[in-house]
């Protein structure tokens, strides 16, 4: 009985540095693989001969299987337990199947016809099959910060160092890039397909390290025994929808998404933010990658320094409405910038990755708060919320990439001239949008976060 006893209290104390560095690198195949697939992929898809619509078909294809199926993952996971075989047999499918997306279309190959109807269906099906994956690695490992610790704190910090390596992933990408498109020359349209392979694969590669690095480091945690040896059946999806905090949280987290989304280089609109830099506001080329860089940066330093705060429940509500305050004025700052003083983008993009952090570390960690100790649905909470974001999303890059499209430059004065663009509002308007929502609903939830204590080895020394 006191082994039971010393065993929870355990389950309840503050995690040490290394247990929080072996699960913050569990997710960085799946975000290398993302930001490889929303940077790449409309690219590669348009550059074969897809329109943009059947590129965004492609795109919405994968993103609902992913929803749909962090659903099913979410009830199994919660049913059967077993996070580390969910998230190794994810990331193994992650690895087989992303590969083959950008291998070419093998529904043709295999019928002999170069239609776009086949070509969407074939990459379509590819893209489905990389997004189930992709759901069951993410549900896991999301899940597993509840059953990994009861500590409040912890479990903000579990969250934070996962957002600051889906940064470090996001950074990775873009290096891989950078050398396979200086080595290799793209002279035809097969020397082009295979640079894109080549960042595929050395992205899996690298991935793939550091899924082993997650699995060997850090523990099963349990979901089946909760503090002082009381049993947690796994509760009824009922359960959840009884509850106003679960909508709350569901708000804020789908709004969250939207809004780091639509502006971070790693998610479902990113390319938006290349168009923006380049067709509105005529910047150089270099534009293209400083910008999300320095939006990387930052949000990789904030996340961080987040790590070394004792969090309670009025914390992560007063920091979320930090970053939406200030993404409403950024939100505000692009819709109005001049192609004159485009130089403030640079400016902009380091309230930009400030917000982002400040937001998705604690809109996140709401999740934690609304589970508490009820770890017997954790899965169901993150699977349904995910399919909510991923949902969401999808029919936002649909909307954005089917209308992407150019008004007349405006004259604002004799001086100024802004130029106004589909990119332009949904850069300026959904980001700010959401955050206002976002912000009015954490004003009136109640979150309880027990367990509240600082880290037992703080990350920055």
């Not at 697939?37 to 897809?50: D, N, Q, R, S």
């Not at 590819?126 to 992709?134: K, P």
């Not at 850069?427 to 939830?445: D, E, H, K, Q």
Request: proline share 3%; hydrophobic share 50%.
């Amino acid at each position: 009985m006191s082994n039971e006893i010393e065993d929870d209290d355990s389950f309840t104390k503050p995690l040490g540095k290394r247990s929080v560095v072996y699960y913050g690198v569990g997710h960085m195949l799946n975000d290398i693989t993302a930001a490889c697939w929303f940077t790449y992929l409309l690219l590669f898809l348009t550059e074969i001969g897809l329109s943009p619509r059947d590129a965004a078909t492609v795109m919405l294809s994968g993103q609902i299987a992913d929803g749909f199926t962090t659903i099913f993952a979410g009830e199994l996971i919660d049913r059967f337990g077993h996070f580390k075989v969910w998230h190794g047999a994810g990331s193994v499918l992650v690895a087989i199947s992303f590969s083959s997306v950008f291998g070419g279309c093998i529904p043709c190959k295999i019928f002999a016809t170069s239609s776009s109807t086949w070509r969407t269906i074939g990459y379509s099906v590819f893209a489905s099959i990389f997004n189930v994956g992709w759901a069951a690695s993410q549900v896991s490992h999301m899940s597993m910060v509840n059953c990994i610790t009861l500590n409040s704190t912890s479990r903000v910090v579990l969250t934070s160092c996962r957002n600051a390596f889906t940064m470090v992933a996001n950074l990775t990408l873009y290096a891989i890039a950078l050398v396979v498109f200086a080595v290799t020359k793209a002279e035809t349209n097969a020397d082009v397909e295979n640079q894109y392979r080549w960042i595929a694969y050395l992205s899996i590669f690298f991935g793939c390290c550091f899924v082993v690095i997650f699995l060997l480091g850090t523990k099963e945690p349990r979901s089946k025994v909760g503090v002082q040896g009381n049993s947690h059946a796994r509760i009824a999806w009922a359960y959840w929808f009884k509850r106003v905090l679960y909508y709350e949280v569901a708000t804020v987290y789908v709004l969250t998404r939207l809004v780091t989304n639509v502006s971070q280089m790693a998610s479902c609109a990113q390319a938006y933010l290349a168009f923006y830099v380049i067709d509105d506001l005529r910047m150089a080329q270099s534009a293209k990658a400083l910008v999300p860089a320095i939006i990387y940066i930052c949000s990789f330093i904030v996340s961080v320094i987040l790590q070394e705060i004792a969090w309670t429940g009025r914390r992560l509500k007063a920091y979320y409405s930090a970053g939406c305050i200030l993404w409403i004025f950024c939100g505000a700052a692009i819709l109005l910038l001049p192609r004159s003083l485009s130089a403030f983008m640079y400016i902009i993009s380091i309230f930009i990755g400030i917000a982002n952090a400040l937001m998705m570390v604690t809109g996140v960690s709401m999740q934690s708060v609304l589970i508490g100790e009820n770890l017997g649905g954790c899965a169901f909470v993150c699977g349904s919320l995910s399919f909510l974001d991923k949902i969401s999303c999808g029919l936002a890059l649909y909307v954005l990439q089917s209308f992407q499209s150019c008004s007349p430059e405006l004259q604002l004065t004799n001086s100024i001239h802004v130029y106004i663009s589909v990119t332009r509002f949904g850069l300026g308007l959904i980001p700010p949008v959401c955050s206002l929502v976002g912000m009015a609903v954490t004003y009136n939830m109640k979150l309880h976060t027990p367990f509240s204590k600082p880290m037992m080895e703080p990350l920055l020394e």
